[in-house]
């Protein structure tokens, strides 16, 4: 196998954290990582890492991807048949974008997952004592039809992710954007 490396390529570098934290920390402790890098050009993942910590559960997950000779690493070398978007950089993809073809390959934890991405204009978000306008961009997985994100965004030409809900079998988990 040879592989040709490209230099000088642009990227975009993302980096989340996700801790749970005052009385929620007691009942379910999470303190994971995810770092993704992207190419700018066309948003293709170039390395996704996935560092999980939660209760007594400690692991970390690290993806290699080689576009242009169709293959990835994930535990050993493996085939891709079709370009897709990590589930960290589909914030990121919808951000940047406004016109997406459904459904959208995503790939997280070594598998690839139809997502689809349905669109809500002018939304109207009510928070405390201010109603926005935003668009709202919810991701149904393919596999999962009880669970979503709910990703709302700002109506200026910065397409902030201003909320962000998640479902899970307990409820629903909001995320605020408390700075940018």
């Known amino acids: 196998l040879i592989l040709k490396y490209q230099e000088f390529v642009e990227i975009f570098e993302i980096k989340m954290e996700s801790k749970t934290t005052g009385i929620v920390k007691r009942f379910y402790y999470m303190d994971d990582e995810v770092h993704s890098i992207v190419r700018k050009k066309d948003f293709q993942t170039l390395f996704f890492k996935k560092k999980i ?27 891709l048949d079709t370009p897709f978007i990590d589930s960290l950089s589909i914030f990121y993809f919808i951000r940047i974008n406004d016109n997406f073809q459904n459904p ?18 002018d939304h109207l978000y009510k928070q405390e004592k201010e109603v926005l306008k935003v668009d709202k961009l ?43």
């Open 53 to 79: 910590r939660e209760k007594k559960r400690e692991k970390e997950e690290i993806s290699i991807f080689f576009p242009e000779e169709k293959m990835y690493f994930y535990k050993y070398l493996r085939y």
């Open 138 to 180: 919810t991701l149904l997985r393919k596999d999962k039809k009880s669970s979503y994100i709910s990703v709302y965004v700002s109506k200026n030409e910065d397409r902030i992710p201003l909320f962000i809900e998640f479902s899970f079998p307990l409820g629903i988990l909001k995320a605020v954007l408390q700075c940018y």
């Open 104 to 121: 959208i390959k995503v790939y997280d934890r070594g598998k690839f997952y139809e997502t689809f991405i349905k669109e809500e204009k």
